[in-house]
C-alpha cells in the first residue's frame, strides 16, 4: 500500500497538517510531480499528523484516505489561473511590519504564517496589506519541493481576507507551479481576496521572482470555522 504521511512540522492549525503543504505534497505524486500543469487539491477533512494516510490513483488524479475516510483528492485542472498583480519587493518588506497576525493569529505555529516558528524551521511568511487591497510579504527558501511551493501560497490568500474577524481554514486550492523557487533567493509572494459567499472566501496569491517573474500562482476556497474546534 502506498502512503503519504504529514510530519508534525507541517502543521497548520495544531492537530492537523498545513492545507497547503498537504495539498502540494499530494500533488507531487500525480504524473509529472505537479509541475508545469495546474492541479486542484479539495481538503475534505483535517489532515491528521504522523499517521500514514492511504494513497489511492484515480482515473483523474488521486486520493488521500484514512480510515476508509477521503482526507484530501487532487485532480488536474483544466481552468486557467490568474496571478495577482505584482508589488515590489521594497513594499513587501515594508508591508510585513503590517502583518494582521503580529496581532491576533489563530494558529501561530503555523508552518506557513506562524509568528511562533522560528527561522529556519516554519516559513515566517507574514503578508500585509499593500495598495489594491492585497497583501504581500518577501520570502528567501532555506529548501525546495512543490509541497513547500504550495504551502507559500497557502496562507497570504488567507491573509488578504479577515482572518481575525473570520478565522478559515482552506477548502479548495488550485495551483500551478511553472518551476521550482531556487534557495536563497529572494520572492515576492502577494494574495488578494477575490469573492465573499457565505462561509466560503475565494482568494488567489501568485510567487513572483526577479523581474515579476511568474514562479508559481494559486487559488483558493476558505471555508469559515471556530478555531476552537481545530486546537
Not at 482526507?71 to 494582521?100: D, I, K, N
Not at 515579476?212 to 500562482?217: G, L, M, P
Request: a negative charge; aromatic letters at 6%.
Amino acid at each position: 500500500m502506498t502512503t503519504l504521511l504529514v510530519p508534525h512540522r507541517f502543521n497548520g492549525p495544531p492537530r492537523s497538517g498545513n492545507g497547503g503543504w498537504v495539498a502540494g505534497a499530494l500533488a507531487a505524486r500525480l504524473p509529472g510531480q505537479g509541475l508545469g500543469r495546474p492541479v486542484t487539491v479539495t481538503l475534505r477533512r483535517p489532515p491528521p499528523l504522523e499517521t500514514p494516510l492511504e494513497l489511492t490513483a484515480t482515473g483523474r488524479g488521486a486520493v488521500l484516505s484514512h480510515d476508509g475516510h477521503p482526507v484530501a483528492e487532487a485532480v488536474y485542472a483544466e481552468q486557467q489561473l490568474a496571478p495577482v498583480e505584482p508589488v515590489t519587493a521594497s513594499e513587501a518588506a515594508a508591508a510585513e511590519e503590517r502583518y494582521a497576525g503580529h496581532r491576533v493569529h489563530p494558529f501561530p505555529s503555523c508552518f506557513v504564517c506562524g509568528t511562533a516558528r522560528r527561522p529556519g524551521d516554519g516559513l515566517r511568511i507574514f503578508p500585509g496589506p499593500v495598495q489594491g487591497e492585497r497583501v504581500a510579504a518577501t520570502w528567501t527558501p532555506y529548501e525546495s519541493s512543490v509541497a513547500v511551493a504550495w504551502a507559500a501560497l497557502d496562507c497570504p490568500g488567507g491573509w488578504s481576507s479577515d482572518l481575525e474577524g473570520r478565522p478559515s481554514v482552506l477548502g479548495r486550492i488550485t495551483v500551478e507551479v511553472r518551476h521550482l523557487p531556487h534557495t536563497s533567493e529572494r520572492y515576492v509572494v502577494v494574495g488578494e481576496q477575490r469573492v465573499l459567499d457565505g462561509r466560503k472566501t475565494h482568494t488567489a496569491a501568485t510567487l513572483y521572482g526577479p523581474g515579476d517573474e511568474v514562479v508559481a500562482t494559486a487559488e483558493h476556497t476558505w471555508i469559515a470555522i471556530d478555531p476552537e474546534e481545530f486546537r
